[in-house]
């Protein structure tokens, strides 16, 4: 899981926190600690098999959002055998209008605790923070990861990427990221960075970037093939970062504004 240091040289005043990232655990499934929340999102479940079921069911909390009922329901049927068995969800939440009568008959008779959010102000994602947080689980989680996928409508992958901005002031000291099949997606903040790169995408070559979402900022990095120097803001209408890949197994990243980083966990024509 991420560490946090302190620094006294941070951009935007003194006092931020500079951040040690270790994605690897959320990338292949290995060494995963008991703080991790799975929100599983209304999209195709396209992970592989192993490795999905073995974030679900080590998970300390896991949540269905809505539509996500419906997938994990039928996830389940597709895969009747001892190898695939999933632990039923923690919490099912949403406005329920993509939830079928089917998916919510199953998961009523796991008994598994429902929580209706219509609030329309917010999405699904956002409101299943909050339903995290009333419910007390803030307190056990240090991750939360959102399982979707990259694909399809373009309107859902940016109010994904708006719940993290949201995530902060919802689940304060708890990193929230978004996992596709073929990437993994953060939130990088004021500050300093760092990030542990599996050996494996750096010797395959994969695929990462940082892109300024709705701000632009001025932004250094050291570790990755094509570095930025800060001497262009990073912004729309300017430069952004993508289709970048590593030079090391570990980069280094400055910013005084809010980055997405994304980085991919498949082969690079993927």
Partial sequence: MPNDDTSDDMPNGAGAAAKHWLPASLIDGHGLDDGLGIVLLNRPILLEKHYFTTLWNGAKVRVAVDG??????????????????????????????????EAMEYVEQLKCTIVHTPDQNATDFTKSLKVLKSHGHDKQLSRVLALCESSGRLDQIMANINTLYLADGILPGVDVFLRSSNSLSWLVRPGEHTIDIPQRLVSERIWCSLVPIGQGCQCTTDGMRWNLDGSRPLQFGSIVSTSNTYATNRVRITTD????????????DM
């Fill in 68 to 101: 996500g009922t419906n997938r994990w329901v039928d996830w389940v049927k597709g895969n009747i055998n001892s190898e695939h068995l999933l632990k039923p969800p923690d919490l099912v939440t949403g406005d329920f209008d993509s939830c079928n009568q």
């Fill in 257 to 268: 504004g809010p980055l997405l980083w994304s980085m991919g966990t498949t082969p690079k």
